[in-house]
């Protein structure tokens, strides 16, 4: 068989009572949410299994709380493998959709989870003060090419506001950002131009763009205070599209995001090339394996939500290691 990739979501994938399941079924875990109690200052565990919702789409809550979930979720698929003799198994590669990158870092061994939760929170923290202080949007563009999507940017930038390409996350989606007048503008031009739909994005501000130029500048500082070790295995930034192989690299990766664009198509497309053909995606919801599906439609997908589809994936991992 080819190789495996393990995928981690990023915000957006977010729903109330995520996890719970993974949770009962492996109660060991609660361990996680007493510890990012305790790091957060606030009761994570009960935000993520009863909301309220408003409550946890705010950028601060989001990011840490899908963190952890998804961190739960690669522990629950651990355990399973330890349990049937495989605990030495790693993927060949991991990736991680924007704040997914950190939860792919964390999975590697680069940073303890503590201090990559510490982190999540600042970067969260940050983001949501930032969109405060400059509001932004985004929204997806449906099916243009990427190179008519930057077009548009460039007319609308030109034109006096904020707008870039933030995500490229797949043949015919591209998601840009900026101000609110920008992406509105943006919008127009993209539907004058054939886009099938324009998506605006229930998102906090304008992430991975200039308008997050603060947030940036404070988390490569805090960044460049960690002491990170060398990935287990690679770990793809999104900045490149390329993998992470040392701890240097993963460090830059991590403080050139925020106001970069999320080459996520390149990332799939990395992949496949160097032989992965089984993509696994660890935490809440689907949308990974989604955008796999269509950047590598040949590929198997896999994922690890709830105690059902983590077992289809712990059967297909011990017949095929």
Not at 94 to 108: I, R, T
Not at 208 to 225: D, N, Q
Request: charge should be negative; include cysteine.
């Amino acid at each position: 068989m080819g190789k495996i990739a393990v995928l981690f979501p990023g915000q957006g994938s977010q729903y109330v009572g995520m996890g719970q399941q993974l949770l009962a079924d492996r109660p060991e875990l609660a361990g996680m949410y007493r510890a990012a109690a305790e790091i957060l200052g606030y009761d994570l565990a009960a935000l993520t299994a009863r909301g309220p919702e408003e409550e946890l789409r705010r950028t601060r809550h989001t990011q840490p709380a899908l963190f952890v979930a998804s961190l739960a979720a690669w522990q629950w698929l651990r355990l399973g493998l330890a349990e049937s003799g495989l605990e030495a198994w790693d993927p060949d590669y991991a990736a991680g959709h924007s704040l997914g990158e950190y939860s792919a870092v964390v999975a590697a061994g680069c940073l303890a989870f503590s201090a990559g939760l510490a982190l999540v929170a600042k970067r969260a923290q940050w983001m949501e003060e930032d969109a405060q202080a400059q509001p932004g949007a985004m929204a997806a563009v449906l099916g243009l090419e990427a190179a008519v999507v930057q077009d548009i940017a460039a007319e609308v930038s030109a034109g006096g506001e904020v707008l870039v390409a933030a995500n490229f996350n797949g043949p015919g989606q591209v998601v840009v950002s900026g101000t609110p007048a920008g992406v509105e503008r943006a919008g127009a031009l993209a539907r004058e131009r054939g886009a099938r739909r324009v998506v605006p994005l229930a998102v906090g501000g304008a992430f991975h763009s200039p308008l997050m130029a603060r947030a940036a500048a404070r988390m490569r500082a805090e960044l460049a205070r960690q002491s990170f070790a060398d990935p287990r295995f690679p770990v793809l930034s999104n900045v490149r599209g390329l993998p992470a192989s040392s701890a240097a690299e993963v460090s830059e990766g991590l403080a050139a995001q925020m106001e970069s664009p999320v080459r996520w198509q390149q990332s799939v497309e990395w992949l496949v090339a160097a032989g992965v053909d089984t993509f696994i995606e660890v935490g809440p919801g689907q949308v990974l394996t989604g955008l796999v599906r269509k950047c590598a439609p040949q590929a198997r997908t896999l994922h690890v939500e709830d105690p059902q589809s983590g077992q289809l994936t712990l059967d297909f991992l011990k017949g095929a290691l």
